[in-house]
């Protein structure tokens, strides 16, 4: 297919392909004459990758660059690949972690609960990873606002996020094609977060309804 059809197949306009190809995120097409470039059904793919993580992942180019450097890497296990890919995805803190000495002692005691978190679960996670910082500033966060008892029920989350976890893998794993598991794990991961964040708010609706609301029934 010529680059005009590639472009009204993958709503990716011309320019824009032209220029994943210069930074090396597209493979040129195969030349037909000095002009003149075909494309195939993997370019269609490729190009669905990556407004995949730009659009729904939210990375920049350069980090796009760095996860299809992984998809091209044969070699790379599959599950070391789907890490890397997912750790891109999570939010990285290097600004202040809070008000001063205090809030600095906070986030030191918030990591080493969520060292003792990875621990007590067997996680094959390492406790300084992307995702384990931001567990630890999000309960930091907590304390700081006076809600350092929420903790309490961390354990129940990660009961939650166990299942959640087996089910994002057991769909991923439905898929053969490494740019397709990729794609799962960055749309999952961010559309998944969103899907699990509504239904929370509505089993918090239903909960709070039965344990505050005198047992009727209420809708929002």
Same mark, same amino acid.
């Given at each position: 297919?010529?680059?005009?059809?590639?472009?009204?197949?993958?709503?990716?306009?011309?320019?824009?392909?032209?220029?994943?190809?210069?930074?090396?995120?597209?493979?040129?097409?195969?030349?037909?004459?000095?002009?003149?470039?075909?494309?195939?059904?993997?370019?269609?793919?490729?190009?669905?990758?990556?407004?995949?993580?730009?659009?729904?992942?939210?990375?920049?180019?350069?980090?796009?660059?760095?996860?299809?450097?992984?998809?091209?890497?044969?070699?790379?296990?599959?599950?070391?690949?789907?890490?890397?890919?997912?750790?891109?995805?999570?939010?990285?803190?290097?600004?202040?972690?809070?008000?001063?000495? %205090?809030?600095? *002692? #906070?986030?030191?005691? !918030?990591? /080493? $609960? +969520?060292?003792?978190?990875?621990? &007590?679960?067997?996680? @094959?996670?390492?406790?300084?990873?992307?995702?384990?910082?931001?567990?630890?500033?999000?309960?930091?966060?907590?304390?700081?606002?006076?809600?350092?008892?929420?903790? %309490?029920?961390? *354990? #129940?989350?990660?009961? !939650?996020? /166990? $299942? +959640?976890?087996?089910?994002?893998? &057991?769909?991923?794993? @439905?898929?053969?094609?490494?740019?397709?598991?990729?794609?799962?794990?960055?749309?999952?991961?961010?559309?998944?977060?969103?899907?699990?964040?509504?239904?929370?708010?509505?089993?918090?609706?239903?909960?709070?309804?039965?344990?505050?609301?005198?047992?009727?029934?209420?809708? &929002?």
């Amino acid at each position: 297919m010529r680059i005009g059809e590639l472009s009204r197949r993958t709503g990716v306009s011309v320019p824009t392909i032209k220029f994943y190809v210069r930074e090396g995120l597209l493979p040129a097409g195969r030349l037909t004459s000095p002009n003149q470039a075909a494309y195939e059904e993997t370019h269609v793919r490729r190009l669905r990758l990556i407004r995949a993580l730009i659009d729904v992942g939210g990375l920049s180019v350069a980090a796009v660059g760095e996860v299809i450097a992984a998809v091209d890497d044969h070699e790379r296990p599959v599950h070391r690949l789907l890490g890397e890919a997912a750790e891109r995805l999570v939010p990285r803190y290097g600004g202040e972690s809070g008000a001063g000495e %205090e809030g600095e *002692g #906070a986030l030191v005691a !918030a990591r /080493e $609960r +969520v060292g003792e978190l990875i621990r &007590e679960r067997e996680w @094959r996670c390492h406790p300084g990873s992307p995702a384990a910082e931001a567990l630890a500033v999000a309960l930091a966060a907590l304390e700081s606002v006076g809600h350092e008892r929420f903790g %309490e029920v961390l *354990g #129940a989350y990660a009961d !939650a996020a /166990e $299942r +959640v976890a087996r089910a994002d893998l &057991e769909y991923v794993a @439905r898929h053969v094609a490494r740019e397709e598991l990729v794609e799962s794990v960055a749309v999952g991961t961010v559309l998944g977060d969103a899907l699990f964040g509504a239904l929370r708010r509505l089993a918090q609706i239903d909960a709070s309804s039965r344990l505050f609301g005198g047992g009727k029934k209420r809708a &929002e």
